[in-house]
């Protein structure tokens, strides 16, 4: 039996062509990490609860052709706040492609 140190990401690879594997590309990424390999502009906020729990946010503070473009955000956008089961994380809204999006 062997243990796995914590912060080692273990190698996820899915099954290819005739029996090959392959290494999913955003194994081991952050959520920053994913949503600017998929062309997005994030900030990260850090919340202290008033039971002094750190709480991480994301906000995704333009389009996607905001961000190409480098032009300014929007004003007056509608916020749209995403909250995810107790056993889960904030990797479920951003782990597919733009043609998939919630939107």
Same mark, same amino acid.
């Given at each position: 039996?062997s243990?796995?140190? *914590?912060?080692?990401?273990?190698?996820?690879?899915?099954?290819? #062509? !005739?029996? &090959? *594997?392959?290494?999913? #590309?955003?194994?081991? !990424?952050?959520?920053v990490?994913?949503?600017?390999?998929?062309? =997005?502009?994030?900030? @990260?906020? !850090?919340?202290? @609860? &008033?039971?002094? =729990?750190v709480? @991480?946010m =994301?906000?995704?503070? !333009?389009?996607y052709?905001e961000?190409?473009?480098? &032009? *300014?955000?929007?004003? +007056?956008?509608?916020a749209?706040?995403?909250?995810?089961?107790?056993?889960d994380?904030?990797? @479920?809204?951003?782990? +597919?492609?733009? +043609?998939? &999006?919630?939107?």
């Amino acid at each position: 039996m062997s243990i796995q140190a *914590a912060n080692e990401v273990p190698e996820i690879a899915f099954a290819g #062509p !005739k029996g &090959s *594997a392959t290494i999913d #590309p955003d194994a081991g !990424k952050t959520v920053v990490e994913i949503v600017q390999a998929r062309g =997005y502009a994030i900030e @990260t906020h !850090k919340v202290t @609860t &008033s039971d002094r =729990y750190v709480l @991480t946010m =994301y906000r995704l503070p !333009k389009t996607y052709s905001e961000s190409q473009s480098g &032009s *300014a955000a929007a004003a +007056n956008k509608p916020a749209v706040h995403l909250q995810h089961g107790l056993l889960d994380s904030s990797f @479920t809204f951003v782990s +597919n492609f733009r +043609n998939q &999006s919630l939107a």
